[in-house]
């Protein structure tokens, strides 16, 4: 690890001896150090050979040792080094190369300095997260949450006493909530815990099936009672005789099959569709929404006598933004499962990205929250995942996060410096045009201004003037010889 007092390393490898020597003049009129490679195998050798780097700037293109293997080398001597790769070809092959083996950033040439410096602060200041990160203790062992419930905020507690209370007995339990929340989590616990815990859970999601199907699909139906029946078939109720079925979103459930579930839970019997017999079936039912069943009752589209049946026992799940102590816990549970699970390899937080995620209201809950920690370990290229690894829309990101006025105006500064280096290249140019075109240079840059700036005036010669710096006459008179 380089020593954080000094200066910031910078290793710029490049065959290409002119973008080294701009590269070098952008970043040490910055502070920092930097030093040169002008092969592949010579930049993995300084690397080997260490004082190893802040950061590599690396090109992709080089005679001998490409980037992309350089890459690969460089990672497997030091796999926390942050490296950029620079290409003049940007292909998606060597882009998705590039990351793929771990490379901090990818950049085009030719770059514009301003953009060249702000890589290099954020890639050094992803070095100095990673390493404030140092040993990171996850707040939970995942062997303790079982359940796959976690949480210790007191509303959660409550959660998890009455799921203990209701698991002895049949009762038919209401779990509301908000989506997200972990209601089906709360489902299949009860039923873990249940005497019934040997026999089938099955989840039926009202509202992912159509009316004119559900009945089929609780009940089952004979042999020809509607066009398609074209053999009999079991439904989810007969199936789970002995068992627990989960009915989900039952808000979303249509007035006619309110009815038949309402016999089931009073009569414990179903009639197949387009059958006559009654069948007894032992079944516990336990059902969710996120719907105001209250007021849907109050509406008439939910039946206030099965409501009543069904609430016996009601579970209301807290939304996230209510247990925001519980945020680090679900956090860690999640990465240490990724990792476990071989999804994502980092295993830690930076606790600055810890506060935007315990600071974000998560509309969706915890399945919001997983989906967010799943993506930002997934893009996190060191160990840990940083506050630029989060996605913007919660506050992640670091094009998202304000550049300090002081940190613009130091890369404005720059960039005028750097286009002074840019001029060079940008003669050279001329004078091969000017040599071409067989005039002077001065006469070439003269009708080369004068064009464009009559280009972005739209033609109006006082405009082109005011942007050239001479009298309208004048550029008349030249646009003439032009
Ligand atoms: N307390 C928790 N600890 C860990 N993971 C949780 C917790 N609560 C929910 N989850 C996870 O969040 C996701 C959503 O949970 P679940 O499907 O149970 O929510 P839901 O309330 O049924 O949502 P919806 O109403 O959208 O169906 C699941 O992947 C679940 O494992
Ligand atoms: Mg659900």
Redesign the pocket.
């Known amino acids: 690890m380089p020593d954080s007092k000094q200066a910031p390393t910078i290793l710029v490898v490049d065959d290409d001896a002119e973008i080294r020597y701009s590269l070098t003049r952008v970043l040490s009129s910055h502070g920092y150090q930097v030093t040169e490679a002008a092969s592949g195998e010579q930049g993995v050798a300084m690397v080997r050979k260490g004082p190893v780097p802040h950061l590599v700037f690396l090109d992709v293109r080089m005679g001998g040792m490409g980037g992309i293997e350089a890459l690969q080398h460089i990672r497997s001597a030091n796999p926390r080094q942050l490296v950029v790769l620079m290409t003049a070809f940007g292909t998606a092959q060597t882009a998705i190369e590039a990351m793929k083996y771990g490379a901090f950033d990818y950049v085009m040439k030719p770059f514009d300095p301003a953009k060249v410096l702000s890589l290099a602060q954020n890639a050094l200041k992803a070095h100095a997260d990673l390493r404030a990160v140092g040993d990171y203790k996850p707040s939970v062992n995942p062997d303790d949450?079982r359940e796959?419930?976690?949480?210790n905020s007191p509303v959660?507690q409550d959660v998890f006493k009455v799921i203990g209370q209701v698991t002895a007995s049949d009762v038919t339990v209401m779990?509301t909530?908000?989506?997200?929340?972990?209601?089906?989590?709360?489902?299949r616990s009860i039923w873990k815990h249940s005497h019934r815990s040997s026999k089938a859970f099955i989840a039926v999601n009202c509202a992912a099936i159509p009316d004119n199907l559900i009945e089929s699909e609780l009940f089952g139906h004979e042999k020809g009672s509607f066009t398609g029946a074209t053999t009999q078939r079991l439904g989810k109720f007969e199936l789970c005789d002995g068992g627990t079925i989960f009915l989900?979103?039952i808000g979303d459930m249509a007035l006619a099959t309110q009815t038949k579930i309402l016999r089931v839970l009073q009569q414990g019997e179903i009639q197949r569709v387009g059958g006559t017999e009654t069948i007894r079936v032992d079944v516990r039912i336990l059902a969710?929404t996120?719907k105001d069943l209250e007021a849907m009752v109050k509406a008439k589209t939910f039946r206030e006598d099965l409501y009543y049946r069904l609430n016996v026992v009601r579970i209301r799940?807290p939304a996230l933004r209510e247990r925001t102590e519980?945020i680090p816990q679900?956090v860690d549970?999640?990465l240490q499962n990724l990792v476990k699970q071989r999804k994502a390899r980092v295993g830690k937080v930076a606790p600055e990205a810890m506060a935007v995620l315990v600071r974000h209201p998560w509309p969706g809950?915890?399945?919001e929250?997983?989906n967010v920690v799943y993506r930002s370990a997934v893009i996190a290229q060191g160990d840990a995942i940083l506050v630029k690894d989060l996605p913007v829309e919660i506050g992640g990101g670091s094009a998202a996060a304000p550049m300090p006025a002081a940190v613009m105006e130091e890369s404005s500064a720059s960039a005028a410096a750097a286009a002074v280096v840019d001029i060079t290249a940008a003669l050279d140019a001329v004078y091969a045009a000017a040599k071409i075109s067989g005039g002077g240079a001065l006469e070439f840059v003269e009708r080369e201004v004068v064009t464009r700036a009559l280009a972005e005036a739209g033609g109006d010669a006082a405009a082109a003037a005011k942007i050239l710096g001479i009298t309208k006459a004048a550029v008349q008179k030249r646009a003439k010889g032009a």
Request: charged share 30%; aromatic share 6%.
């Open positions: 949450y796959g419930i976690v949480g959660m779990i909530g908000e989506s997200g929340t972990g209601k089906e989590l709360v489902a989900d979103e969710a996120d799940m519980d679900i549970f999640c809950n915890v399945r929250l997983e």
